[in-house]
């Protein structure tokens, strides 16, 4: 099945940008993906094709007009209507490699990229559409924000990356951080690799691996190691309550 990526942008020369090389173009080269763009200005309803207009109870900026969004996902739609529509907004729920997960085992994903102050509220009481932000900051426009979403459905579609265990491991599969990782030359500038990593011991190398990914991820990322630990203590509990209920 080919993901089909649909992209709603009034800069569709953006596009594929960085996923016009290695790993992504040839995944698109293969039939993976498909990229298809859609030039929101298209939608406009006025000679000027005019996109945006003043924010209602004044402020600076421009707002994007919700007839012409409503016009471009309607049109978006009706070529994948199977796809969720997605907005890149920094008011949208933030992006986690879950929802990325799902996302690359569905049939593609239609992209809405801001652009200005962003977009009309009404476009999202009237349409289906999930608010979805990159991080807390921000961007001039949705693009690049679209291309790390894509990027990161694309490298999970079957058959892109190399081995197929290559996604497992990663940061965040597992709810942690991933270990370090470490190369050749086994010494440089005086710092050497550590040892368990040159023992040949897999039992231990996977032990110090589990161990160093939770202590960068407590040490880094106090807020998802406490959401780790949260999950484990649930699941240690559900184990026990199914050994009592089976009288173990
Ligand atoms: N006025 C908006 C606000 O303060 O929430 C920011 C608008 S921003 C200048 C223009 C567009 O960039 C947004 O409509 C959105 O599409 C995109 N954008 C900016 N930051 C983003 C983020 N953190 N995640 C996803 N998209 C973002």
Same mark, same amino acid.
């Given at each position: 099945m080919t993901f089909a990526a649909t992209v709603l942008t009034l800069y569709p020369e953006m596009f594929p940008g960085p996923l016009g090389v290695s790993l992504a173009n040839r995944a698109r080269e293969e039939g993976k993906w498909s990229l298809d763009t859609v030039q929101i200005r298209d939608f406009a309803i006025d000679k000027h094709r005019t996109v945006d207009d003043t924010p209602a109870g004044g402020g600076a900026g421009m707002v994007l007009r919700v007839d012409v969004l409503a016009a471009a996902v309607d049109h978006a739609l009706s070529l994948h209507p199977d796809c %969720? =529509?997605?907005?890149?907004?920094?008011?949208?729920? %933030?992006?986690?490699?879950?929802? =990325?997960?799902?996302?690359?085992?569905?049939?593609?994903?239609? =992209?809405?990229?801001?652009?200005?102050?962003?977009? *009309?509220?009404?476009?999202?009481?009237?349409?289906?559409?999930?608010?979805?932000?990159?991080? *807390?900051?921000v961007l001039s426009g949705g693009e690049p924000a679209a291309l790390m979403l894509l990027d990161a459905c694309i490298r999970l579609l079957p058959g892109v990356m190399g081995a197929p265990s290559s996604g497992a491991e990663e940061?965040?599969?597992?709810?942690?951080?991933?270990? %370090?990782?470490?190369?050749?030359?086994?010494?440089?500038?005086?710092?050497?690799? %550590?040892? =368990?990593?040159?023992?040949? *011991?897999?039992?231990?190398?996977a032990a110090w691996r589990k161990h160093q990914a939770e202590v960068d991820t407590r040490s880094r990322r106090p807020d998802l190691w406490e959401r780790h630990k949260g999950v484990r203590v649930q699941s240690a509990s559900g184990a026990r309550r199914e050994n009592e209920d089976q009288g173990q």
């Open positions: %969720p =529509v997605i907005a890149m907004t920094p008011r949208g729920k %933030p992006l986690d490699q879950a929802r =990325v997960r799902q996302l690359s085992a569905g049939p593609g994903v239609t =992209v809405l990229c801001g652009r200005f102050e962003g977009f *009309d509220e009404r476009i999202f009481a009237a349409r289906a559409i999930e608010e979805v932000s990159i991080g *807390d900051i940061s965040f599969e597992s709810g942690l951080l991933e270990y %370090p990782h470490y190369t050749r030359p086994a010494e440089w500038e005086g710092r050497t690799i %550590p040892e =368990v990593l040159r023992s040949g *011991d897999h039992a231990k190398i």
